[in-house]
């Protein structure tokens, strides 16, 4: 079995005028946030073999407050994650398929629309997955990303 760690971006601040949405940084309650995603990471023993995380500047600074408490791990700054939708996210994590313990940060909707797809088979109108949210997917080692492949072993959120 693998396992997929899906992971929100913190709360962020609003965009100053004129800044464009993925330079937003995180606000103090999002940095507070991330790093009690890495605290409940880091007692649950869900150290990542690799991570995906979109170039937006708030999953960057939510990253580095849960690899700070889990401690660092292979990092890849993958631009199809920003604004993906759940098949995007799908054919990306299929490239990583050697990846036992795959750690995504990345933005809703498409994270929890693919928990979705991947537990019960269907996106539909579903929204679950709050700022600093963690989903961790448990799936056949060698399966394809698609919908029903996946059980949900733990969700949390702060």
Do not use: K
């Amino acid at each position: 079995m693998r396992e997929l760690i899906l992971l929100r971006h913190a709360h962020a601040e609003p965009a100053d005028n004129g800044q464009a949405d993925i330079d937003r940084p995180l606000s103090p309650h999002g940095l507070a946030e991330a790093e009690a995603a890495g605290r409940w990471l880091h007692e649950q023993r869900l150290v990542p073999d690799r991570v995906l995380c979109s170039p937006a500047r708030r999953t960057r600074e939510t990253l580095e407050a849960v690899l700070s408490l889990t401690g660092y791990v292979e990092q890849r700054l993958e631009e199809r994650i920003y604004d993906a939708a759940p098949g995007t996210l799908a054919a990306l994590l299929d490239e990583h398929r050697e990846v036992e313990r795959l750690l995504v940060v990345g933005h809703n909707p498409g994270l929890e629309q693919l928990v979705a797809l991947m537990h019960s088979g269907q996106s539909g109108d579903y929204r679950g997955m709050p700022p600093a949210a963690v989903a961790v997917l448990s799936l056949p080692m060698e399966a394809a990303i698609e919908p029903g492949i996946a059980r949900l072993a733990a969700f949390w959120w702060p």
